[in-house]
């Protein structure tokens, strides 16, 4: 990369579409185009924050969506996967995977100002550089739309949905858990689970503004849910410590700026536990879950704030 520039990774062995970036990213000032040969080379030394990433949906030895959301949480560029002009579905199969969306080919040099024009600038920490947009619309119901029409199924949203939260409910969250933590054990990447409660009782109004924070603190692949009346449980695929307790860390922190109160007036106090895969002698999903209960449990005991299982 040229100093000074920002550059537009391609991870494809197309030349068709690297030479099509390459004509789309010349007019933009201040942009370079550069290619990754293969999945090994991009994983060895992934984009920066604030440069763009398009993976090519053709890839001959994986599958793109799959890699996608390998890639979560490593990769802080921006990313996007190429697709063939008229693909009705990819783009909302790669936002759930954790990509930013799609860009047909060939490469606009329209398109591709739109897209370095919003990449995010460098220098910002995990989980806040992959929260794109206004949270409290976006997820989960656009995790359940239908990929053709784009428009909500009703029913799956009923069943998964918590009503008063809009978060995942108890019973998805079952799902969501031995999905993630299989995922984590095969690929061998790390999963935090972060458990948040309180003890008091709280009006509609301030139950949707605390939701508002848990999804303006966290990022688009997290899975966020309900798991009892006063308890959530978030599920963060490929976060380490530092990232779930930075996670954590600014969900209490919102609270506390907005004076969240609960129903008799006092100060709306949290307990955050937060647990890691991997770690000594934790072999299943249950211990994982017991892990983070314990400190959500060990958090209360302390009167409040977060406690990060060792």
């Avoid at 030394?45 to 440069?51: C, H, K, L, N, Y």
Wanted: glycine share 8%; proline share 5%; hydrophobic share 40%.
């Amino acid at each position: 990369m040229v100093d000074g520039l920002r550059t537009v990774w391609i991870l494809t062995n197309d030349d068709a579409l690297t030479a099509s970036a390459q004509t789309a990213v010349a007019p933009i000032d201040g942009w370079e185009v550069a290619t990754f040969a293969s999945p090994e080379e991009l994983i060895a030394a992934p984009p920066v924050a604030g440069d763009v990433l398009i993976i090519d949906g053709w890839m001959r030895d994986r599958n793109v969506y799959e890699f996608c959301r390998e890639l979560a949480g490593r990769v802080r560029a921006r990313m996007y996967i190429a697709v063939e002009m008229g693909n009705r579905t990819g783009a909302a199969l790669a936002r759930f995977c954790g990509a930013a969306g799609v860009l047909e080919r060939p490469l606009s040099p329209t398109r591709m100002r739109q897209v370095v024009e919003v990449a995010p600038s460098a220098g910002r920490s995990l989980p806040q550089d992959q929260r794109s947009g206004n949270r409290a619309q976006d997820l989960p119901k656009a995790l359940l739309a239908d990929l053709r029409s784009g428009a909500s199924d009703t029913q799956l949203v009923n069943a998964t949905i918590d009503p008063e939260t809009g978060l995942f409910n108890y019973a998805f969250l079952g799902y969501k858990v031995d999905e993630e933590f299989k995922r984590a054990r095969r690929f061998e990447l790390p999963l935090a689970f972060v458990m948040v409660g309180f003890e008091s009782q709280t009006d509609e109004a301030t139950l949707r503004e605390l939701t508002s924070i848990f999804l303006d603190s966290s990022r688009d692949t997290d899975v966020l849910g309900r798991f009892d009346e006063n308890t959530f449980l978030f599920l963060l695929p490929n976060t380490g410590p530092d990232g779930a307790g930075i996670m954590a860390q600014r969900v209490q922190q919102s609270v506390a700026e907005r004076k969240l109160r609960d129903l008799v007036g006092d100060p709306l106090n949290l307990s955050l536990g937060v647990a890691v895969y991997p770690a000594p002698d934790l072999h299943r999903r249950e211990d994982l879950f017991q892990r983070v209960h314990d400190a959500l449990l060990e958090a209360r005991h302390k009167g409040g704030g977060v406690v990060l299982c060792q």
